[in-house]
């Protein structure tokens, strides 16, 4: 059952603890080439390094450790083709139990290799949110599983919180924390650390211009969905949901848009100088950094880079 | 003036301490999934993660370290469009003096970007190896500047071995390391290292079959040059020189070479894997402990991942 409240600090901390023996520590890396640029001091914190590429380890883990052992013996569901699909289906391997991953026809093969690669059984359905949504309802009353959803649940995102919590221990003190949006998993989670542990750090939502709900969300204070988001940060596609935004309107200070020509600039940046691979979702953070909409000068900047899997037979600037 | 002898363990230590403000302690990584494949327990030097990108500033820095405040005056010399020349102009902008590189007319533009970068003043030339060697004497003979060759020069070698020396801190009781070689700098310093404080841990260097010169000198005892390299891996087309091929022969447990298919496999799975930037010739180790022609199973194997200097708008794989 996901939990009715949002994640208290113990909560967050649990989560720490439970999934310690199955995620990385993740290192914080710097570079004084984007230091330079920036004219701030930037602390990346590699979620691209994470276990499965992508802090989405965390929350799956975390759910699927959250569970009885009834639960657990049905097995979980969700509709991704993306990080979080890698991430359940990891975790289910490791807990002994089975994923059923629904994803669209057309999802690429380098997703579907990835999920399979976890044994994670995957039920293909239509292209549209409608046969998703659909074909998970028929999948969860066929098997019992138990839904693991990607960003709306409390335990995902205690999970997703615990990135941050690492973090602030490794670099205390942060003025700010630059974080991407998409769903809002890791916005809210990382808002709720910072909020029982680090109030007076500021924290930025970074979003691609694109697929800009959360701003618009944000702005109006009603929660307005992304109808035709279109981005090449292919995991920042998704809207807010019900239990992400009330915390991301609470504890988070603004959202900034890049546009997708920003984006790429970054990942570049990134790859080139810092030498390590990120998707462009994780680059959304470093544009938002370099843009003028934001003055960071002298500051000390937290960045999530939030993973790494991008198919490297086709790039973005190619 | 070059030293006259092969640098002892005094000298390989001096060198650490002489370079340690400019150049970075890489991490050394680990890889479940590749742990997994060789069936080994490897652990990665991330030198591509070094400053300039590649193990090559810590030698270049050493030597210009090492020259009196006269010689310094006059500047540095070199012959090279790799990593060396943006590593030794990197070292003279540091040392408050000048670079002058010679580089073929034909070198490619992000090359010629990153030594100007540095501020290194660059001498084009013809594409021969006459043509360079011609050149840099006139540039030698106009400045006064003081030669510091990529791999033929003690001091060079002693900040190369600084490399191994970390390495060993970090990882201790290897029962083998894999090294690249090339010109024979890295792996020769390497050696010596290995020599005075882990004589039991084997050291293989690990060469594209298309650039064999170093497996067949090792064979027959005598500095057979490549004439006609070719491979994927562009740092490692050079030959070994009069200086590293006698420590090679003495201290080096074998040779192995690899072909550029094995090495384009090996690369994409360290930037898939591991989610980090490397060039060609940093993925031949990896390479050859993938092969069949060595048995690494159940070892602790040392791979020094010497750079990360890659165009990414042109991969080797597209």
Known sequence: MNRPEPPSLNEIHLAAQRINPYIHHTPVLKSAFLNQLSRA??????????????FKSR?????????????LSKGVATHSSGNHAQALARAALIAGTKAYIVMPDNAPKVKIAAVEQYHGEIFFCEPTLAARESTLQKVIAQTGAELVHPYNDYRVIAGQATACLELITQIPDLDLILCPVGGGGLLSGTSLTLHYLSPETKLIGCEPQGADDAQKSFATGVLIPSMHPNTIADGLLTSLGSLTFPIIMKYVTNIITVNDEAIKVAMKYIWERMKIIVEPSAAVPLAVALSSKIDVKGLKVGIILSGGNVDINNLPWK
Chains 1, 2 share one sequence.
């Open 41 to 54: 001091d930037l602390y990346f914190k590699c979620e691209n390094f994470q276990k499965a590429g992508a």
């Open 59 to 71: 929350g799956a883990m975390n759910a699927i450790l959250s569970l009885t052992e009834e639960e």
